[in-house]
């Protein structure tokens, strides 16, 4: 089934900015799109981002158009999210994950945006 | 874009008894390809979601089959043949056919 790990979270100030990385092992990212999705706390589930398979096709929603940015590297075996002008409304556990179908997923890292 | 709407947002349920989760998109999940792009997930609490049931009725590997879909066009059901105590969490449907849409969720609790 493979392992996704995702990390970087943490706590940063309105109007700043992070980076998010998913780690993969078990399987070969290489075969896959993967997808960021977002839980604010107490709330549903937000799909973010995904990223092809040869990274040649990239989707956001309209929440983070312009702001967040997705990326990948197969040899490091990860995906990236580099985020900007965080505000509190992008508080939430971030997670990555497997597939078309998010077939499986990480544990979310928590990003809070605070000051 | 595409509405999921779950309904009802919460049931409770008593074990043996069945559970039946509605949800309806704004739009057709069904492409031209001949699928229908609707998932069924579980969180439970203080976990990440897991996959249920992908393209309306097939259950991933590993899915008791208490756990049934059923649907086509824009209404789906999530049906649990007889509730376990290992139930318990939020149910979420999802469209894959124009980007990605949650339904806004599902709350189920055992009497």
């Known amino acids: 089934q493979g392992q996704l790990v995702e990390s970087g979270g943490g706590l940063v100030r309105p109007g700043g900015s992070l980076r998010l990385s998913c780690a993969v092992s078990?399987?070969?990212?290489?075969?896959?799109?993967i997808s960021w999705v977002r839980q604010a706390p107490g709330k549903g589930l937000e799909w973010l981002s995904y990223?092809?398979?040869?990274?040649?096709?990239?989707r956001y929603a309209d929440s983070v158009k312009g702001r967040f940015t997705i990326s990948r590297d197969d040899a490091e075996k990860s995906v990236y999210l580099e985020m900007n002008s965080l505000s509190a409304d992008d508080t939430a556990v971030y997670y990555c994950?497997?597939?078309?179908?998010?077939?499986?997923w990480g544990q979310g890292t928590l990003v809070t945006v605070s000051s | 874009d595409i509405v999921m709407t779950q309904t009802p947002l919460s049931l409770s349920v008593t074990p043996g008894q069945p559970a039946s989760i509605s949800c309806k998109s704004t739009?057709?999940?069904?492409?031209?390809?001949?699928?229908?792009?609707l998932y069924w997930y579980l969180q439970k609490p203080g976990q990440p979601p897991q996959p249920l049931i992908y393209e309306v009725s097939n259950r991933f590997s590993g899915v008791p089959d208490r756990f049934s879909g059923s649907g086509s066009g824009t209404d789906f059901t999530l049906t649990i043949s007889r509730v376990e105590a290992e139930d318990v969490g939020v149910y979420y449907c999802m469209q894959n056919i124009q980007l990605y849409t949650f339904g806004q969720g599902t709350r189920l609790e055992i009497k």
């Open positions: 990223i092809s398979v040869d990274g040649g096709t990239i």
């Open positions: 078990g399987f070969t990212l290489n075969n896959y799109y």
């Open positions: 994950a497997r597939a078309v179908g998010m077939v499986s």
């Open positions: 739009q057709t999940l069904l492409y031209s390809d001949g699928k229908t792009y």
